[in-house]
């Protein structure tokens, strides 16, 4: 029996729904980032999908899988590895290595550093974000009781910057954390140099949906 022009458009309804579900092959989704340290896990809830809707051709007995939000995520890095820039749904992060921002074994900013904070304090302003999030990281040489202090006030030399050029409107979070939550292998002095770094984390400002003027 032909297909009559009611069904083929339901069948095309169909079709393009279920696109929109299914994520870009170039998008990158994790179920968990056991990496994350707390407080920068995405926390949105899924969207409601109603299972009984005609846009939605399911076989028979078929229900839907419960929704879920898929946090795609965009990294920038640049080519020294020295600065890299991840954008989630709905949070941006700048994560600077260690070496382009202190001396060895130091807290103390380099001349250097303090236009790639500006530049990083700009973002925060074009987001409008009011709570930051300024982390400390570093390799697992040493002790860890001594990295937890060296990352600690580390993260409070960059939130000192930061907060010099954003004023008093702005809500800081600032902790250090040794060796835990590694973004590179230890093992290797270039993984030790990524492992070695402050991370700055912020909301961004949502996009308007498709439906908005």
């Known amino acids: 029996m032909p297909l009559t022009l009611r069904t083929t458009a339901t069948t095309l309804t169909a079709l393009t729904t279920l696109a929109f579900l299914i994520p870009l092959t170039s998008a990158h989704a994790d179920e968990k980032d056991p990496s994350a340290p707390p407080g920068s896990v995405s926390s949105s809830a899924p969207p409601e999908v109603d299972a009984n809707s005609p846009g939605l051709k399911l076989a028979d007995g078929a229900t839907l899988a419960p929704a879920r939000v898929l946090d795609i995520k965009s990294v ?4 020294g590895g020295e600065e890299r820039r991840e954008d989630t749904n709905e949070d941006v992060t700048f994560a600077l290595q260690a070496e382009v921002l202190f001396p060895k074994d ?3 900013l380099n001349p250097e550093a303090r236009s790639r904070i500006k530049a990083i304090a700009d973002e925060i302003k074009a987001q409008n974000a009011t709570n930051v999030r300024v982390f400390g990281f570093t390799d697992n ?8 202090t060296l990352s600690k006030n580390r993260a409070e030399a960059v939130h000192d910057e930061l ?3 954003l004023g ?3 809500t800081f979070e600032v902790r250090g954390y040794s060796e835990d ?3 590179a292998d230890n093992t290797s002095e270039q993984g030790r140099r990524k492992n070695r770094r ?3 984390t912020f909301p961004k400002v949502a996009e308007p949906s498709p439906n908005q003027s």
């Open 76 to 79: 920038v890095e640049d080519l």
């Open 106 to 108: 130091s807290s103390k």
């Open 141 to 148: 040489l040493g002790s860890y009781a001594h990295g937890v």
């Open 163 to 165: 907060a010099a050029g």
């Open 168 to 170: 008093p409107d702005i």
């Open 181 to 183: 939550y590694p973004i």
């Open 198 to 200: 402050v991370e700055v």
